[in-house]
């Protein structure tokens, strides 16, 4: 699971330019890794918003815990 702190990381990267910058000055192979990382998060945000939005709006509404052991999100 991501941490917080990451994401406002790379938010605080992408609000202050230097994400922008960063990619201006890297080589060709540095910036096709840095489009490939952002196309990632990209679909994760778009499936995480499918996702809890299913769960947040289920007919029951917010649907329990799943019975399993531990989640990484209660570990993080």
Do not use: C, Y
């Not at 991501?2 to 960063?22: P, R, V």
């Not at 499936?47 to 989640?71: C, H, N, Q, T, Y």
Request: negative net charge; hydrophobic residues 50%.
């Amino acid at each position: 699971m991501l941490k917080t702190q990451d994401l406002q990381q790379f938010k605080h990267l992408l609000e202050s330019g230097a994400w922008a910058d960063a990619f201006a000055n890297a080589g060709e192979e540095l910036r096709l890794e840095m489009i490939e990382k952002v196309e990632l998060l990209l679909e994760a945000a778009d499936l995480a918003d499918r996702v809890v939005g299913e769960v947040l709006f289920s007919k029951d509404g917010m649907a329990p815990p799943a019975p399993a052991a531990a989640s990484s999100l209660e570990r993080d």
